[in-house]
């Protein structure tokens, strides 16, 4: 029985976050495709309809002017012929078309109730997406000129990416006043910049998909940029380049205040323990950015094995997870993918306790898959969840279930294999992984003693062109602390002996 105050929990129709992930945006889409019919045809109908209106009542006019509305007007009887040949001829037709518009009073019910039972994006999703563009932006570097020449181009890769709609100057000032309200002010500027590069008085009319949009005049978008371009110099002089709350450039923009010589140091980078938050969000940044920050006396000693070692703590494993065949994973990704053990050269003591591991990995059910749209990213953090020793995640399963970018659905050419964007990056080890299809990374959340080491700290870079599904699978201390040996290799030397 369902407790009376939780039944119309049930009744709820479920309305998807539409802006959050590729697989809800490409829901939006064929729900768009069906709605649009629907709307041609109607729109068939209506025009059908205007017409045979239109011209009855200009029939009624000419019987008006006649002086059909006066007492007496039938009684001659060539007004009796015309009257009765107006009704007659013409409203069979009024009747066929006002019958045409009712049979689809379903299509109606279903068109109005999309809102409701499917969803539709509000103005807050709209500035969530260009919040997105704006980030990818701040992390990636487009090109916004070549972006007007219908080309995505980041300045970490240069292999284009066509667009089939190029953002109008309206676009473009929409985009940057989102940046802008988020504090993201380096591509505040940019985008408001070039809004103004783009504006030429008819800018806002000149697209069908701007018909709906609110007017703005260049006054205002001038103002705009100047304030933007104001706040960005005093919040990187008081505040830096980066912090949880705000981005910058790295210089300011205007050029006297950029000569100083506190703008033109050589970033540092602190690896190998935790340091400033703001630190590890600028390591973060250039991580995703494809950067390697470790230095070269690191890198040289790493085995050059495909399931590589990058610290102690972290491993990457190919092939982990293999799909089952004939199964939509998009649909099922919970369910759709099992674990085999790792193949390949990976040293033997990790062979065994991963053995150990990935075998909690097949039987449990329970894991988290994740599907990121694009600009979506998980910020720097840590995974242990504050449980302390027992119970806590002791172990991080990240299992790429995409390739990131990769050929999604649609008719342009795949992006380059060497374009940005899903990295998963660690700012204290200096390194980050591109997500390959079917592996896995694998790091200790805590150390033996278990407390946590937060030098696994962790981000997922935000999405550039395509679509990343990950699963995470965590192994916690609490289910195996009976049996896990304490020294690899040594079943007996169990961390904490059974009670009795
Ligand atoms: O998606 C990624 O690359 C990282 C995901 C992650 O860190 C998490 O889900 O805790
Ligand atoms: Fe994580």
Known sequence: RIPEETRHLRKAQYTPPLSTSTYHLSYLARDEIRATAKLQDLAEALSAALDVLNRY????????????????????PLHAYALTKHVSLGWPHVEASLRAL????????????????????????????????????????????????????????AHP????????????????????????????????????????????SARSLDVFDARVDLDDVVKTFKKATKIHDQLLEKKGSRSKLHSTHASPLNKTLARKKKYHKKEEVHLGNLGAETQGMKQYLRLCRGEDLRPVSTTSRLPAATSCRWTRNVVTLEEVVTPLRGRPWSDRAQDSWRGRPPSG????????????????????????????????????HHDHVHLGLVKDRML??????????????????????SAPGGRTVFPWVGAGVRPKRGSTLLWYNMNRAGVPD???????????????????????????????PCIPGDPSAAVLRPLD
């Open 345 to 380: 050269p990976t040293a033997d003591h990790w062979r065994a306790s991963l053995g150990r591991a990935l075998r909690e990995v097949s039987r449990s059910p329970w894991a988290v898959a994740v599907n990121y749209g694009v600009g979506g990213h998980f910020s720097v």
């Open 396 to 417: 991080t399963f990240l299992m790429y279930l995409t390739d990131v970018p990769q050929d999604i659905h649609t008719p342009y050419p795949p992006p380059s294999p």
């Open 161 to 204: 990416v066509p667009v089939g709609i190029t953002p109008t100057a309206l676009d473009l000032h929409r985009i940057g006043s989102a940046a802008v309200s988020h504090n993201v002010l380096n591509s505040g500027v940019d985008f408001l910049r070039a809004a103004l590069d783009r504006w030429d008085g008819n800018a806002s």
């Open 454 to 484: 937060l030098r696994v700290q962790h981000g997922a870079c935000p999405v550039l062109v395509g679509d990343k599904w990950v699963m995470n699978k965590w192994i916690n201390y609490g289910g195996q602390f009976h049996t896990l």
């Open 57 to 76: 009542l200009s029939s009624w006019e000419e019987l008006v002017g006649a002086g059909v509305e006066a007492e007496g007007f039938a009684s001659h």
């Open 102 to 157: 009712s049979n689809r009073s379903q299509a109606i019910d279903f068109l109005l109730g999309r809102t409701r039972t499917r969803g539709v994006p509000t103005g807050e999703d709209l500035a969530t997406v260009a919040g997105g563009l704006a980030r990818l932006h701040d992390y990636y570097s487009l090109n916004l000129t070549a972006l007007a020449h219908a080309q995505l181009v980041s300045a970490i890769d």
